[in-house]
């Protein structure tokens, strides 16, 4: 697959009534990345750890949030690829995010079938393995 718009969203629990906070998308055309997209409100004034979308707003349902992700996916017409697509497409789904059926591709499926019998697939366990 040589375009594909990697995604990653941030939630604040596994529960998907726990919210969207912050989306990021690149977009890769032959594995260049030509169009990137971030989404996140941050809270005025938050002076906490800002991970698993603390210290941002909750945009599930913010019309303008959504219309730009659609817009996106409007301009390019290529799969999506989270690392753990059925954690992500619950939550888009869920939110209503995807107007039409994509195309929704697991790297860490991908990975586990081609990297056997690793401790964790996480990402952080990714960026420090070799091969």
């Not at 409007?74 to 989270?82: C, G, K, Q």
């Not at 591709?105 to 990975?111: L, V």
Request: aromatic fraction near 14%; glycine fraction near 6%.
């Amino acid at each position: 697959m040589d375009n594909m718009i990697l995604i990653d969203i941030e939630t604040q629990s596994f529960n998907v009534e726990s919210g969207i906070y912050e989306v990021a998308c690149l977009v890769l055309e032959n594995y260049n990345i030509v169009d990137s997209l971030y989404l996140g409100i941050p809270i005025e004034n938050y002076t906490g750890v800002k991970k698993y979308g603390y210290g941002f707003h909750n945009i599930s349902k913010t019309k303008s949030e959504i219309n730009k992700f659609r817009n996106l996916l409007t301009n390019y017409d290529y799969p999506l690829v989270a690392h753990n697509c059925p954690f992500d497409k619950k939550f888009l789904d869920f939110y209503e995010w995807l107007d039409v059926e994509r195309d929704f591709y697991c790297s860490m499926r991908a990975i586990r079938l081609k990297e056997k019998g690793m401790r964790s697939y996480s990402l952080g366990s990714l960026i420090s393995h070799t091969t």
